[in-house]
């Protein structure tokens, strides 16, 4: 959609996509609402897409944040300072987002197992327990066997990288797809031990480059030029320094400058910028 209505302003020759992990899980409205804690009755905060047969449908856009009419008292006074007053719906997210996290925190701290900490939510799967990432939705598209929500979304995932190329190619540019890295695929000795010990988490198999693998499949199938940038992160691991940022897992200044050098070493290789005789 940013392609759509302002990216092709710039007029690129080139697009270059970054698939995160978190991409086939926000693409899917249920596991979207999952992974934020979101209250399915109100409006999602976003546009997002729906397949319907084989192809896509656009829901809520133009966007709007308007939410479920109704309620008396705080509820109606609740639904007013949300739709207007920014400063409002910020707090209610924040404290949605974060209270589960700092709540666990200290019931950890406190020796309570995580299956007997608070649950926010009464769904299965949507515990507080979501904030550490053990019953993330992101998490389990590492898994080696999907449900068919995590099925479905990589079919919805599909669809919108085959329709951002239309959009690319009919402005006469290129669209390459690259993969992005993971602290769970970079360090999997890291984490082992936290998966081996939860219930949770105990008998599942994991193949932390199959989001990687099911991209480049995705992208193959479309002739979509793809790196993934996994592979050379395991590589460049042991000698590399810190790739991610402890607790956090985004790039350090070491991973920045490992993807700046490989992104071009392989935008020149492949050609799909000016190269040798074309420079």
């Given at each position: 959609?940013?392609y759509?209505?302002?990216?092709?302003?710039?007029?690129?020759?080139?697009?270059?996509?970054m698939?995160?992990?978190?991409?086939?899980?926000d693409?899917?409205i249920?596991?979207?609402?999952?992974s934020y804690?979101?209250?399915?009755?109100?409006?999602?905060?976003?546009p997002?897409?729906t397949?319907?047969?084989?192809?896509?449908?656009?829901?809520?856009?133009?966007?709007?944040?308007?939410?479920?009419?109704g309620?008396?008292?705080?509820?109606?006074?609740?639904n007013?300072?949300?739709?207007?007053?920014?400063?409002?719906r910020?707090?209610?997210?924040?404290?949605q987002?974060?209270?589960?996290?700092?709540?666990?925190?200290?019931?950890?701290?406190?020796?309570?197992?995580?299956?007997?900490q608070?649950?926010?939510?009464?769904e299965?799967?949507?515990?507080?327990?979501?904030?550490?990432?053990?019953?993330?939705?992101?998490?389990?598209?590492?898994?080696?066997d999907?449900?068919?929500?995590?099925?479905?979304?990589?079919?919805?995932?599909?669809l919108?990288?085959?329709?951002?190329?239309g959009d690319?190619?009919?402005?006469?540019a290129?669209?390459?797809?690259?993969?992005?890295?993971s602290?769970?695929?970079?360090?999997?000795?890291?984490?082992?031990?936290t998966?081996?010990?939860?219930?949770r988490?105990?008998?599942?198999?994991?193949?932390?480059?199959?989001?990687?693998?099911?991209?480049?499949?995705?992208?193959?199938?479309?002739?979509?030029?793809?790196?993934?940038?996994?592979?050379?992160?395991t590589?460049?691991?042991?000698?590399?320094?810190?790739?991610?940022?402890?607790?956090?897992?985004?790039?350090?200044?070491?991973?920045?400058?490992?993807?700046?050098?490989?992104?071009f070493?392989?935008?020149?290789?492949?050609c799909?910028v000016?190269?040798?005789?074309?420079?």
């Open positions: 959609l940013y759509e209505n302002e990216g092709y302003r710039y007029d690129a020759d080139l697009v270059v996509v698939f995160t992990v978190n991409d086939v899980t693409n899917s249920h596991l979207w609402e999952r804690h979101w209250n399915p009755q109100r409006v999602a905060p976003k997002y897409f397949v319907e047969g084989e192809s896509l449908v656009l829901n809520n856009f133009p966007y709007s944040n308007v939410v479920q009419p309620g008396r008292g705080f509820a109606a006074a609740h007013w300072l949300y739709v207007h007053l920014y400063t409002y910020l707090l209610v997210d924040l404290v987002t974060q209270l589960p996290l700092l709540q666990a925190e200290w019931e950890t701290r406190l020796g309570i197992p995580p299956a007997e608070l649950s926010w939510t009464t299965p799967g949507d515990s507080v327990a979501i904030a550490f990432g053990l019953d993330s939705p992101q998490l389990y598209v590492y898994s080696q999907y449900s068919d929500e995590y099925v479905e979304a990589w079919e919805l995932t599909g919108l990288v085959e329709r951002l190329q690319v190619e009919g402005n006469g290129r669209l390459v797809v690259v993969s992005n890295t602290a769970y695929a970079t360090h999997p000795e890291e984490y082992a031990a998966l081996a010990g939860d219930p988490t105990s008998a599942l198999t994991w193949d932390w480059n199959r989001p990687g693998e099911r991209m480049g499949e995705i992208a193959g199938e479309s002739g979509i030029p793809f790196l993934d940038l996994q592979p050379v992160f590589a460049q691991a042991p000698s590399a320094g810190p790739l991610h940022i402890p607790d956090d897992g985004h790039w350090t200044p070491e991973a920045h400058q490992l993807v700046a050098d490989s992104l070493e392989w935008l020149m290789e492949s799909l000016p190269c040798g005789n074309d420079q």
